[in-house]
């Protein structure tokens, strides 16, 4: 009896691992892929006409703000903005309560934003609230290409005169 559960329990052991074995596939070396190595090329962020950091008076900005960002390439040709982040700092006053004195402030307004250019209820409470000294900045702006590569553009960066 025990050379019989001995036999059993062996040709168990072996057809479980002959199933186990039998279960994986085997690795196709041809269909290994190459992948070419990619130098992104620099990328230029643009509003309007104006490029990098810049100064404009109110009514510049009123107009720039309500245009689409535009991504371009070393060789000029245009990129399709996938995302970006955009941020208004604008300018305010706090009043100590106690003393009574006026001091300068700031507050931020910041989202991420999928589609160029910013939506209408943003265009509108900016171009209302826009005063001189403060910033629109448009950062963290991903480009993708005809191939569908996606990259980095470099900021925008407006300071209101």
């Known amino acids: 009896?025990?050379?019989?559960?001995?036999?059993?329990?062996?040709?168990?052991?072996?057809?479980f691992f002959q199933f186990s074995v039998n279960a994986q596939k085997p690795t196709d070396k041809k269909t290994a892929t190459v992948t070419q190595k990619f130098k992104p090329l620099k990328l230029t962020t643009?509003?309007?006409?104006?490029?990098?950091?810049?100064?404009?008076?109110v009514a510049v900005a009123e107009i720039l703000?309500?245009?689409p960002i535009k991504v371009f390439d070393e060789n000029k040709t245009e990129l399709m903005v996938?995302?970006?982040q955009f941020l208004y700092r604008k300018r305010g006053v706090t009043e100590d309560e106690q003393t009574g004195k006026i001091s300068p402030a700031s507050s931020v307004s910041s989202d991420r934003f999928k589609v160029t250019p910013l939506p209408g209820l943003w265009i509108n409470t900016i171009k209302e609230q826009?005063?001189?000294?403060?910033?629109?900045?448009f950062f963290d702006i991903i480009a993708k290409d005809a191939k569908g590569r996606v990259m980095y553009a470099s900021n925008l960066k407006i300071m209101i005169q």
């Open 130 to 137: 826009l005063k001189t000294g403060e910033e629109l900045y």
């Open 46 to 57: 643009q509003i309007g006409t104006y490029k990098d950091s810049i100064s404009v008076p």
């Open 1 to 15: 009896m025990r050379i019989f559960l001995r036999t059993i329990s062996i040709l168990f052991v072996t057809g």
């Open 82 to 84: 996938s995302s970006y």
């Open 65 to 67: 703000i309500s245009q």
